[in-house]
């Protein structure tokens, strides 16, 4: 168990604050938290039942991480690299991954997949990620119970699909029996009552509509409605392929950006992964219906595909970075972002180190409408990642934004505070045997490499 939230004061050589809408860099401050809320940012050392005083520190808001995958990154990584798995230079998703999941989710018991969920949690939060959204297969309710017990802030998204079995043909078309995804709307009505909510608002859920060629026009259009319903988010995968915008050209005449659209569902509410085989006209459509786009370079440099955040942004598009199923390292995933943009644009100027951590904080913030998140400001959530900034490496310093992006790493995370816990401090986590988790996660995911069908999904 946890322990409940008491008051914490950290000190910052540097902290990221807003002033006057502008993010800005503060000197020599102590944040003070009470509860689940930051309540005074200040000068002078404030009296605290923890205490976190040490040199070099840069205290950010928790960092948001909009798109993650613990289950297909970790099962994958190390296998699919270097073009492992891919045939017919197609993307993995639906010839590795998924049916990879599918195989983890039919022959794991609920304890080897909490103990998979535990181990990609332990990663993300040390690796500074405060709160994370998880689209996740439908049917493994071990994620909420994982995060729940590790901490973070956590947006649960199982996926609903139209069909359980999306298979791609030798066309790179994907082909699905029926068309309601009732099975999939039944389980998440379930988990959103068991879990919406839990622990102070911390545990919540999206609804996570698979992408535009798993789910039919019926499923994404109900999808919709229950997202305005419940006021819950609504996150796709979205042109994520060529092969994707191949399907819904040949379906329905249309690419998968002006699909959404013809459905109504390109909206404020929608998250939007990926959006690489979007047109510009399709960005630009989806600028002027207020959709975010989740941009997650590295999975795609993995694969030789561009994702490039500039691209997004020069279209007006809110754009947060995310890790997808790659690594589960979002300061990793910033730098990438920065280096990918500047090297396809051909201009140094675009994605700067500013720019970057906004799009981990306060415009990742905004795309779940959670203004007491991704600043630090008193009244808003008790939320902190902090760096340690005093590595050899990160020295001398000038610009902590642009060491951040530019030169540390996640083994920097010195600490992240969660609704006022502190779940990392010295880049440990605190509440689990670290080892253990680690072991635990790695036995159940040997396990499945054991089987011959997990081999399989690599054959010719
Ligand atoms: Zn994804």
């Known amino acids: 168990?946890?322990?409940?939230?008491?008051?914490?004061?950290?000190?910052?050589?540097?902290?990221?604050?807003?002033?006057?809408?502008?993010?800005?860099?503060?000197?020599?401050?102590?944040?003070?938290?009470?509860?689940?809320?930051?309540?005074?940012?200040?000068?002078?050392?404030?009296?605290?039942?923890?205490?976190?005083?040490?040199?070099?520190?840069?205290v950010l808001p928790g960092l948001i991480n909009l798109h993650n995958h613990c289950f297909s990154e970790m099962i994958a990584r190390t296998h699919t690299e270097d073009g492992a798995g891919r045939k017919n230079d197609r993307s993995i998703i639906y010839t590795v991954l998924m049916p990879l999941t599918r195989i983890g989710l039919e022959r794991y018991s609920p304890e080897e997949r909490m103990a998979v969920a535990r181990l990609?949690?332990?990663q993300l939060l040390k690796g500074g990620n405060a709160t994370v959204m998880e689209?996740?297969?439908?049917?493994?309710?071990?994620?909420?119970?994982?995060?729940?017990?590790?901490?973070?802030?956590?947006?649960?998204?199982?996926?609903?699909?139209?069909?359980?079995?999306?298979?791609?043909?030798?066309?790179?078309?994907?082909?699905?029996?029926?068309?309601?995804?009732?099975?999939d709307l039944a389980t998440w009505a379930q988990l959103h009552e068991t879990w919406q909510g839990r622990d102070h608002g911390r545990i919540r859920l999206a609804l996570s509509p698979h992408a535009t060629d798993t789910c039919g026009p019926d499923l994404l259009r109900t999808i919709a409605a229950r997202a305005r319903e419940l006021g819950v988010l609504n996150a796709i995968h979205l042109a994520q392929s060529k092969g994707e915008v191949a399907t819904i050209r040949e379906r329905h005449g249309r690419t998968p950006a002006e699909y959404l659209d013809w459905l109504g569902v390109l909206n404020p509410d929608l998250l939007a992964a990926h959006c690489i085989a979007c047109t510009d006209e399709d960005l630009g459509l989806m600028a002027r219906r207020g959709v975010t786009v989740l941009n997650c370079p590295r999975v795609f440099a993995r694969a030789g595909i561009v994702a490039n955040f500039a691209r997004f942004r020069a279209h007006g598009l809110r754009t947060a970075v995310a890790t997808d199923g790659y690594n589960l390292d979002l300061l990793g995933e910033l730098h990438a972002a920065a280096i990918i943009s500047k090297t396809q644009t051909g201009d140094a100027e675009v994605a700067t180190a500013p720019e970057l951590i906004d799009a981990v904080t306060r415009e990742a913030a905004a795309a779940i409408r959670r203004p007491d998140l991704g600043v630090l400001r008193v009244g808003a959530t008790a939320d902190l990642t902090v760096v340690d900034l005093s590595h050899p490496h990160l020295q001398p310093l000038y610009d902590p934004r642009r060491a951040l992006v530019w030169l540390a790493n996640r083994a920097n995370i010195d600490s992240v505070i969660v609704d006022g816990r502190l779940l990392v401090e010295g880049g440990r986590y605190l509440h689990a045997d670290e080892a253990a988790v680690t072991a635990a996660g790695v036995a159940a995911i040997e396990k499945l490499w054991a089987l011959p069908e997990a081999r399989a999904a690599f054959a010719g």
């Not at 000068?43 to 005083?53: F, H, K, N, S, Y």
């Open 120 to 122: 990609g949690m332990l």
């Open 1 to 58: 168990m946890l322990p409940e939230p008491t008051t914490l004061a950290v000190f910052g050589s540097h902290l990221l604050v807003e002033r006057s809408g502008a993010q800005e860099v503060l000197r020599d401050h102590w944040v003070l938290l009470e509860g689940r809320r930051i309540a005074a940012i200040t000068p002078t050392r404030p009296g605290a039942d923890i205490v976190l005083d040490r040199p070099g520190r840069f």
């Open 135 to 183: 689209p996740f297969r439908n049917g493994m309710p071990e994620m909420f119970a994982a995060a729940e017990e590790m901490g973070l802030r956590f947006y649960g998204a199982p996926y609903l699909m139209s069909t359980p079995d999306a298979q791609e043909g030798a066309d790179g078309v994907v082909r699905y029996r029926g068309d309601d995804g009732a099975a």
